[in-house]
């Protein structure tokens, strides 16, 4: 499988995406997996300015995602990029390996509790992550390549 980063980064493409992890994963195309994205084409639109033009995009739900990956394996060096922990878990559910999980921005509302500088949970949230770290993902919060790895594990039980 050619896929070289997921990534819950809820800005999605954004220069961060742009400058620095496409470069050091060298990665050739960006899947972005999130039903409402897949649906609004304004923002697809948006998002497909905002790429790269030498970096395939594709948006689809979870559910397309998955039944495209079982027809044809992902073959270029590949970013999945999600909104969510949500849709990470559907892809689990659903067969999709995933063993490791880099957290970006999660920005905050009046829903989301803080816990570190860039990364805001719900309730629903924090146990999502709970249960992709139970089942063997390794999740780590980074906003940019150069900054420290924190294990959300950790970050959780404080």
Not at 53 to 65: A, C, G, Q, V
Not at 108 to 127: H, I, M, P, S, W
Request: with cysteine; proline share 4%; net charge neutral.
């Amino acid at each position: 499988m050619a896929v070289k980063l997921c990534r819950i980064d809820d800005r999605l493409i954004h220069g961060q995406v742009v400058t620095t992890w496409l470069n050091v994963a060298n990665i050739e195309q960006v899947i972005i997996v999130n039903e409402a994205v897949a649906k609004d084409k304004i923002q697809s639109k948006v998002l497909e300015m905002s790429i790269p033009s030498n970096i395939k995009l594709h948006i689809f739900s979870p559910e397309k995602f998955l039944r495209i990956t079982k027809q044809a394996p992902i073959s270029r060096n590949t970013m999945l990029l999600f909104t969510n922990p949500f849709d990470v878990e559907t892809l689990i559910q659903g067969g999709f390996k995933i063993e490791h999980l880099n957290v970006g921005g999660m920005r905050g509302n009046d829903q989301r509790k803080q816990y570190t500088k860039a990364v805001f949970l719900t309730d629903d949230e924090k146990t999502a992550f709970e249960q992709l770290i139970t089942q063997g993902v390794d999740v780590e919060i980074q906003m940019v390549p150069s900054d420290p790895k924190e294990k959300m594990s950790e970050v959780l039980a404080k």
